[in-house]
């Protein structure tokens, strides 16, 4: 289980630039920035008589860079199938965003997987979590799996989108304190894509542990995204990857 409080400290310059950048001239409540955390992945248990998907993928599949993606993208005529329980990978990415970082740097972001609910707390896992998503009504929840590459190396993204319902401004105090939960230690957090059996082109069938965490809130809607590198370990809450993170908020459609 790694820490949460260092990405936290070391991310917070760069978070409070990427949500100003982002979200400039926006809102009433302004921004809610948080760093990384720990994975706080459920135990198989956690997600007994959920409907979440359980399946256990296959081994991860070789490492993935850029340019291989590229090339199985341009080759593939149909959409790959997948172990039984899981939904085929696209022979193409769903759409491509190009998203520019406070310091100017682009990035192509791809996404494979989208997936939308009206219902939030029946996708989370930890009772702290879950009981904020029921006590809070969200308007709903956008989850997206990407991949980009990040000094010529591929990077895969879990991203979701929700937001919460109400007047402000005390529903922009509810997201702030969504923040402030998904971002502590041993609460839970949402469920990704991978964990109902959706796959990205290449990399492992799971968010690896560790990996790079990123929580921000505008208004009434928050982004979570974890973040890894799909060619070998990440390092816990690597500054760049955080970085990378924070620097997609609110650009990948």
Same mark, same amino acid.
């Given at each position: 289980?790694?820490?949460?409080?260092?990405a936290a400290l070391a991310g917070a310059l760069v978070t409070l630039t990427a949500c100003t950048t982002s979200t400039q001239g926006v809102g009433h409540g302004g921004t809610v920035p948080a760093g990384g955390r720990s994975a706080d992945f459920p135990a198989p248990s956690a997600l007994a008589g959920s409907p979440v998907a359980t399946v256990t993928p296959p081994a991860a599949t070789a490492s993935a860079t850029a340019s291989a993606t590229a090339s199985a993208? !341009? /080759?593939?005529? !149909?959409p790959r199938s997948t172990a039984p329980g899981t939904h085929p990978v696209p022979s193409a990415p769903l759409r491509s965003a190009t998203v520019t970082a406070p310091d100017g740097s682009t990035f192509l972001v791809q996404v494979w997987a989208s997936v939308r609910t009206p219902t939030c707390a029946d996708h989370a896992y930890g009772q702290p979590m879950i009981d904020f998503l029921r006590a809070h009504k969200c308007s709903? *929840?956008?989850?997206? *799996? !990407?991949?980009?590459t990040l000094h010529r190396r591929a990077v895969g993204l879990?991203? /979701?989108? *929700?937001?919460?319902?109400g007047r402000d401004p005390g529903v922009y105090k509810t997201a702030g304190d969504f923040v402030k939960l998904v971002t502590r230690n041993g609460t839970g957090n949402l469920v990704d894509l991978l964990r109902e059996g959706y796959r990205l082109p290449a990399g492992p069938a799971? +968010?690896?542990s560790p990996d790079a965490f990123s929580a921000l809130g505008q208004d !009434?809607? +928050? @982004? +979570?995204v974890d973040a890894w590198y799909l060619d070998g370990p990440?390092? @816990?809450?690597?500054p760049e990857l955080v970085t990378l993170a924070q620097s997609i908020f609110l650009q990948v459609p």
């Open positions: 289980m790694r820490s949460r409080r260092w993208t !341009a /080759s593939a005529s !149909a709903g *929840l956008t989850r997206r *799996l !990407a991949t980009t879990a991203i /979701s989108d *929700l937001g919460f319902t799971a +968010v690896p !009434a809607g +928050v @982004e +979570v990440t390092r @816990e809450n690597d």
